[in-house]
């Protein structure tokens, strides 16, 4: 082939392909390609690495009290996220926007996310009033929260910070995003909402919790498809975790502080971000 002003460079040098997938061009850090499977996958494993975490953990500190309860809901938590990278890791370095850790436009973001909290509450109302038996999360007695000052913060902290940080990571910013690889919204958004509730689950007097549990995930996987950003999600688990921590414990002044902390921090770490979500139509 020859080259040259001659030839015409436009015909001398091939164009190149499109980006792949099409939502990624170049210099935009946009959702990888994550096959299906790897939701599945990474939460088996995360299952497997919690029960050897927890049974060493268990035979250290003992199955009860404060120590053994944070140390188990620490390592779950952690071990989750970490499966998540892992198996992410799989398809190409993971980077932060990859999870949805990314910027937004405010005030849309805020739109979708109230009207995603509101139609929350409004389906947790109607099944409050249909469901005659009440199901009630055993977190915070497990926990030990009421004991002292150290437990009720400490409780706060896991509740309010690090388990909203976690499950979004792992359900909405990878598990969700891998099923839409091959899934249509609704879908992937039921099947996430449904182990999403699932996994909450600590006994029978939590049955009745599930269906309202999984509700609010479908949610979070709404509000996080159409805003893009998982600082969203996290916002909102953290509002709802709020909610329950103060109801749980009437300590407002604890869970107002701790919560407020949180919310601020979902609108203030998106600014130092650099990606931004991709465009919602």
Not at 40 to 45: D, L, Q, R, S, Y
Not at 76 to 88: K, N, T, W
Not at 106 to 114: D, H, V
Not at 231 to 246: M, P, R, S, V
Request: glycine share 12%.
């Amino acid at each position: 082939m020859h080259y040259g002003p001659q030839y015409g460079y436009g015909y001398a040098f091939p164009h190149p392909p499109p980006p792949d997938p099409p939502e990624r061009p170049a210099g935009v850090a946009g959702y990888p390609r994550w096959p299906a499977w790897y939701g599945p996958a990474a939460f088996g494993t995360g299952i497997v690495g919690t029960a050897i975490v927890g049974t060493v953990i268990v035979a250290i500190v003992g199955s009860k009290g404060t120590t053994a309860g944070v140390a188990l809901t620490v390592a779950l938590d952690a071990i989750f996220v970490a499966s998540a990278i892992l198996f992410a890791s799989m398809t190409e370095r993971p980077r932060p926007p990859h999870f949805g850790l990314r910027r937004a436009p405010f005030w849309r973001t805020l739109g979708w996310a109230a009207l995603g909290m509101v139609c929350f509450w409004i389906v947790s109302g109607a099944y409050s009033a249909l469901v005659k038996s009440h199901g009630k999360q055993t977190v915070l007695q497990d926990l030990h929260a009421r004991d002292s000052t150290f437990t009720l913060i400490a409780a706060a902290l896991l509740v309010i910070i690090i388990a909203p940080a976690a499950e979004e990571f792992f359900f909405r910013g990878f598990f969700y995003r891998a099923l839409r690889t091959r899934m249509g919204v609704l879908v992937a958004a039921l099947l996430d909402g449904i182990l999403f509730g699932a996994i909450h689950y600590s006994g029978s007097n939590t049955a009745a919790l599930l269906p309202i549990l999984a509700v609010l995930g479908f949610m979070f996987c709404l509000v996080y498809e159409r805003t893009g950003t998982l600082f969203a999600t996290i916002g909102l688990h953290a509002l709802n975790n709020t909610i329950a921590y103060g109801v749980g414990t009437h300590r407002w002044a604890v869970a107002g502080s701790v919560g407020g902390t949180m919310l601020m921090a979902c609108l203030v770490l998106p600014l130092v971000l650099g990606a931004r979500a991709p465009a919602r139509a």
